[in-house]
């Protein structure tokens, strides 16, 4: 697959995920049993939308690409011949789903040899995607298309941080060390789930950060935040595509000062 054949695969994907979005909608703000995956006395919720969702999106991804390999949430890893597979989170913020929050997405990656090369992350109650390649990042709203850019001039006290949650932190000491660089910031807000990364694409927020993240919950959202002059790593700049620990930033000065603190915490 070359560059233009990977254009038209996520081409075809911006497709996929409008058709996923109108499921999503026939669930969304709608009465919903709520499953809980977890029996340890945590909550992880799933819901029928999550299942018709990916159910939908592998059927179609293998119809059309058979040698490519599928990574999805809900029904676990499809092998494939191609170097070529693709990762799955048919609603991100599941738990913004079932409140009636339209913080939620549907994600979805393509991968190039376990390397994420093109994600896109679809809302569509506010009828937006949010696509990222090597091409560039755009919003694409109602037949308008936006190029992304995240803002190159921000920097650590001036920066508006956003996590999901302080319980997305699966131990004490990650939550010390966000709150170590949440003091320094000018403004730390909570919620947002994947829509946080857009709008840090979109040039709106400065950093996200969080932790215990899996790898589809992060991958198709790198090079959506690469493309717009971000930058995505772990908590020491290490690669961010398994997931854990992970930070979000503008630009690479921000970067640096945030791996800075979260150093001093440690």
Same mark, same amino acid.
């Given at each position: 697959m070359n560059h233009t054949?990977?254009?038209?695969?996520?081409?075809?994907?911006?497709?996929?995920?409008?058709?996923?979005?109108?499921i999503a909608l026939r669930h969304f703000r709608q009465? /919903?049993? #709520?499953?809980?995956? /977890?029996?340890?006395? @945590?909550?992880?919720? #799933?819901?029928?939308?999550?299942r018709e969702i990916e159910s939908f999106l592998v059927g179609r991804i293998?119809?059309?690409?058979?040698?490519?390999?599928?990574?999805?949430?809900?029904?676990?890893? /499809?092998?494939?011949?191609s170097r070529y597979s693709w990762i799955i989170d048919p609603i991100d913020g599941t738990r913004a789903f079932i409140s009636g929050v339209p913080a939620w997405g549907i994600l979805l990656g393509l991968r190039d040899a376990?390397?994420?090369?093109?994600?896109?992350?679809?809302?569509?109650?506010?009828?937006?995607?949010?696509? @990222?390649?090597?091409? @560039?990042g755009w919003l694409s709203r109602r037949g308008e298309r936006r190029r992304l850019q995240t803002r190159a001039s921000a920097r650590l006290a001036d920066a508006i941080l956003y996590c999901t949650h302080p319980t997305i932190f699966p131990d004490a000491g990650e939550l010390a060390a966000f709150e170590h660089v949440a003091a320094h910031t000018r403004l730390m807000r909570y919620g947002g789930?994947?829509?946080?990364?857009?709008?840090?694409? /979109?040039?709106?927020?400065d950093l996200v950060i969080e932790g215990g993240l899996q790898a589809y919950d992060i991958q198709p959202l790198i090079p959506i935040i690469e493309a717009a002059g971000g930058v995505v790593t772990g908590r020491h700049g290490e690669d961010?595509?398994?997931?854990?620990? #992970?930070?979000?930033?503008?630009?690479? #000065?921000?970067?640096?000062e945030v791996l800075a603190r979260l150093a001093e915490a440690s």
């Amino acid at each position: 697959m070359n560059h233009t054949d990977a254009g038209a695969a996520l081409a075809f994907a911006e497709e996929l995920a409008q058709e996923a979005g109108r499921i999503a909608l026939r669930h969304f703000r709608q009465p /919903l049993d #709520v499953a809980n995956k /977890l029996a340890d006395g @945590g909550f992880d919720p #799933v819901t029928i939308a999550d299942r018709e969702i990916e159910s939908f999106l592998v059927g179609r991804i293998r119809a059309r690409f058979p040698d490519h390999g599928i990574v999805g949430e809900e029904h676990g890893a /499809l092998d494939g011949d191609s170097r070529y597979s693709w990762i799955i989170d048919p609603i991100d913020g599941t738990r913004a789903f079932i409140s009636g929050v339209p913080a939620w997405g549907i994600l979805l990656g393509l991968r190039d040899a376990g390397r994420c090369i093109g994600g896109l992350m679809h809302q569509p109650y506010l009828e937006e995607t949010f696509t @990222g390649s090597p091409a @560039g990042g755009w919003l694409s709203r109602r037949g308008e298309r936006r190029r992304l850019q995240t803002r190159a001039s921000a920097r650590l006290a001036d920066a508006i941080l956003y996590c999901t949650h302080p319980t997305i932190f699966p131990d004490a000491g990650e939550l010390a060390a966000f709150e170590h660089v949440a003091a320094h910031t000018r403004l730390m807000r909570y919620g947002g789930d994947c829509y946080s990364y857009c709008l840090l694409a /979109l040039g709106h927020i400065d950093l996200v950060i969080e932790g215990g993240l899996q790898a589809y919950d992060i991958q198709p959202l790198i090079p959506i935040i690469e493309a717009a002059g971000g930058v995505v790593t772990g908590r020491h700049g290490e690669d961010a595509s398994g997931g854990g620990f #992970v930070v979000a930033a503008a630009n690479r #000065v921000l970067h640096a000062e945030v791996l800075a603190r979260l150093a001093e915490a440690s």
